[in-house]
Nanobody, 124 residues
Framework: QVQLTESGGGLVQAGGSLRLSCACS????????MGWLRQGPGKEREFVAAIRWDGVFTTYADSVKGRFAISRDNTKNEVYLQMSSLKPEDTAVYYC?????????????????WGQGTQVTVSS
């Protein structure tokens, strides 16, 4: 497993943007696919975006496609989520997670390391 620390959450108005960052330590970062997942108030945790170990392949939940972009920097052991055109329904705790392997993973059970989460609140 790896240790993950998210940052960059906050309060933003609808239509605004935020960039989340996640720092990884403990194991070889490039051995892991990375993902962002979120849990809104009263909702189950859900997949948001994922990126392959080399950054070449990405995938997104339909609800964020075209508005969010996931990227990673293997030289800095970091993964990012650029969020634009934010909506009130994007309000959630956002988690960074790592999955061992060279695929791109949308299922939560694929991820074996999780950060503590960062709160994103979008006001209308």
């Amino acid at each position: 497993q790896v240790q993950l620390t998210e940052s960059g959450g906050g309060l933003v108005q609808a239509g605004g943007s935020l960039r989340l960052s996640c720092a990884c330590s403990g194991r070889t970062f490039s051995n892991y696919a990375m993902g962002w997942l979120r849990q809104g108030p009263g909702k189950e945790r859900e997949f948001v975006a994922a990126i392959r170990w080399d950054g070449v392949f990405t995938t997104y939940a339909d609800s964020v496609k075209g508005r969010f972009a996931i990227s990673r920097d293997n030289t800095k052991n970091e993964v990012y989520l650029q969020m634009s055109s934010l909506k009130p329904e994007d309000t959630a705790v956002y988690y960074c997670a790592a999955a061992p392997g060279h695929g791109v993973y949308t299922q939560l059970k694929a991820y074996d390391s999780w950060g503590q989460g960062t709160q994103v609140t979008v006001s209308s």
